[in-house]
C-alpha cells in the first residue's frame, strides 16, 4: 500500500469509494469535488487529500483542513474501503 497526494483527476475514483464506504452519506460528484477542492477560506485554511492506493486503486482516503494561524486541524471527509478496514490503511493515513 502507498500513500499519495490526491488531485481532482482522481475525483471519479474517489467518488466510487466514498458512495460505497460513507453509507450514511449522500454525495454527488460536484459535492464531493466542492468539499475537496474548492477552499473558501485560502487565505485561512490549508486543504489535503492523502490517497492510499494498493495495486493503483484507491482502498482510502483522507481529506484534512489545517488552519495554521489558530494552531487548528481537523479532518473533513474519511473513508476506508470496507474489504480494506481493520488493515492498516487508516493507520497509514493519518
Same mark, same amino acid.
Given at each position: 500500500?502507498? /500513500?499519495?497526494?490526491?488531485?481532482? *483527476?482522481?475525483?471519479? !475514483? /474517489?467518488? !466510487? ?6 453509507? %450514511?452519506? *449522500?454525495? *454527488? /460528484? ?11 477560506? @485560502?487565505?485561512?485554511?490549508?486543504? +489535503?487529500? !492523502? ?11 483522507? %481529506? $484534512?483542513?489545517? +488552519? @495554521? $494561524?489558530?494552531? +487548528? ?6 473513508? /476506508?474501503? +470496507?474489504?480494506?478496514?481493520? %488493515?492498516? $490503511? $487508516? *493507520? !497509514?493515513?493519518?
Amino acid at each position: 500500500m502507498e /500513500i499519495v497526494e490526491g488531485s481532482r *483527476s482522481d475525483l471519479s !475514483d /474517489i467518488f !466510487d469509494l466514498a458512495t460505497t464506504a460513507l453509507v %450514511h452519506d *449522500s454525495f *454527488s /460528484i460536484k459535492l464531493l469535488e466542492e468539499k475537496l477542492f474548492q477552499n473558501p477560506c @485560502p487565505d485561512q485554511d490549508q486543504y +489535503r487529500l !492523502d490517497l492510499a492506493r494498493e495495486n493503483q486503486a484507491i482502498v482510502g482516503f483522507m %481529506h $484534512a483542513v489545517t +488552519r @495554521p $494561524a489558530e494552531s +487548528r486541524a481537523w479532518l473533513g471527509l474519511f473513508a /476506508i474501503a +470496507r474489504a480494506k478496514q481493520r %488493515h492498516k $490503511a $487508516a *493507520s !497509514d493515513l493519518l
